[in-house]
């Protein structure tokens, strides 16, 4: 938030994403701020992102954080849950699920990064398959070191802020 209140409003017009972990009781900044959460993991954080944006008005783009690795700091939706996750989803109004968002294990090997990717596109098409939702477009995989990979492996969005940016200096927020 301090960032969008030096770039002001420099900012209109500017789709902004949400990435990272979302607590519910953070859900309203977001809602409030964001045009895009990638990181919707539980029905309880799906129902106040619902319930904030419907105070504001607004249906709120969401994608479904799933989580392809066994990583115990990485969160997200258990692969074998999604399909049914998402079509919880869809009962709950105010949010609009776009897709997925995946994150793979860091590893000093690229290609350790492929199989990740492939099991979070075989997800993404049978969703969409199934749900025949022109909607669910987005399956957002690959950051700054392993967005080649993702994008050959189907990813429709990569995260890639450390390679334009720098890498992040966490001491100053």
């Known amino acids: 938030m301090p960032k969008f209140e030096q770039l002001g409003s420099s900012l209109n017009g500017i789709t902004k994403h949400f990435i990272g972990h979302l607590q519910s009781n953070k859900a309203i ?35 479904i954080e799933v989580k392809v690795s066994q990583e115990i700091t990485k969160t997200g939706v258990d692969p074998n849950d999604v399909e049914g996750f998402y079509k919880q989803c869809l009962s709950i109004p105010n949010i609009l699920i776009k897709g997925l968002m995946v994150i793979a ?16 596109y075989n997800l993404f098409e ?21 967005y080649k990979i993702a994008v050959e492996e189907g ?17 100053n927020k």
């Open 155 to 171: 990813a429709t969005m990569v995260r890639i802020g450390s390679a334009i940016f720098g890498k992040r200096n966490y001491g």
């Open 29 to 63: 900044k977001a809602v409030e701020n964001f045009d895009l959460i990638h990181s919707l993991d539980s029905i309880k954080l799906a129902s106040d992102i619902s319930r904030y944006a419907a105070n504001r008005g607004k249906l709120q783009d969401c994608l």
């Open 105 to 120: 294990p860091y590893s000093d090997n690229l290609e350790g990064s492929r199989p990740y990717f492939k099991r979070a």
């Open 126 to 146: 049978n969703i969409k398959k199934s749900s025949g939702s022109f909607e669910f477009n987005i399956l957002s995989m690959g950051m700054s070191d392993d």
